[in-house]
């Protein structure tokens, strides 16, 4: 299974596009397979900036970190955007589904009594045949492994390029006979959820 990195940054969020944008190259070169970079709209998150990357292992990240934090260029950007990294969480990715990809993320963190893989892919099952398509571009399940208060939480995240089709599309999820079932099976509670723009 693949590794989710959220390393969350205070400063201008005017320029976290170019905090990214020089991040990016550098982390792809060294390995990872996906980067990301958003500012979260709610919560007390809000105007925060977060590069998101995916890696097929952690000790690779950490292998290879410093490269991009001693970078003279990235270190440049950092310091003319006035950004200071804050932390780092760490996800596993149990699956996939769609084009994770949209001008908008919603991130809804969860709680669950049954933590068996099948459990989780039986939700997934459901919110891909009722959203995806439908308001939602794709979805990804992720369990927290070290990501502070949410470390053993579930974070639903869901890519969309409308958060008022979102908004529409999870209701219809919420009144889905199958959804319910599955979740109550699984003992799924939400906890929190955000907004982030993509850049």
């Given at each position: ?39 979260t ?8 900036g ?42 596993q ?104 723009r993509?850049?």
């Amino acid at each position: 299974m693949s590794y989710m990195f959220f390393t969350v940054g205070e400063g201008d969020p005017s320029k976290a596009g170019d905090v990214v944008a020089a991040a990016a190259p550098i982390m792809k070169e060294a390995g990872a397979s996906y980067v990301r970079g958003s500012v979260t709209l709610t919560g007390e998150m809000t105007g925060k900036g977060v590069v998101t990357s995916i890696w097929e292992s952690m000790d690779d990240y950490y292998a290879h970190r410093h490269l991009w934090m001693t970078d003279p260029g990235f270190m440049a950007v950092m310091e003319a955007s006035g950004t200071v990294p804050l932390m780092t969480n760490v996800g596993q990715i149990l699956d996939e589904r769609g084009d994770c990809d949209g001008a908008y993320t919603v991130a809804v963190f969860q709680t669950a009594t049954d933590h068996a893989l099948e459990a989780t892919q039986r939700v997934m099952d459901v919110v891909d045949a009722t959203l995806v398509g439908n308001g939602v571009n794709g979805v990804r399940a992720v369990r927290g492994l070290a990501a502070g208060q949410a470390t053993g939480t579930y974070l639903g995240i869901f890519y969309v390029d409308s958060l008022d089709a979102y908004a529409s599309a999870i209701q219809g999820l919420y009144a889905n006979a199958d959804f319910q079932a599955a979740a109550a099976s699984s003992g799924l509670t939400v906890v929190e959820r955000s907004f982030s723009r993509k850049v």
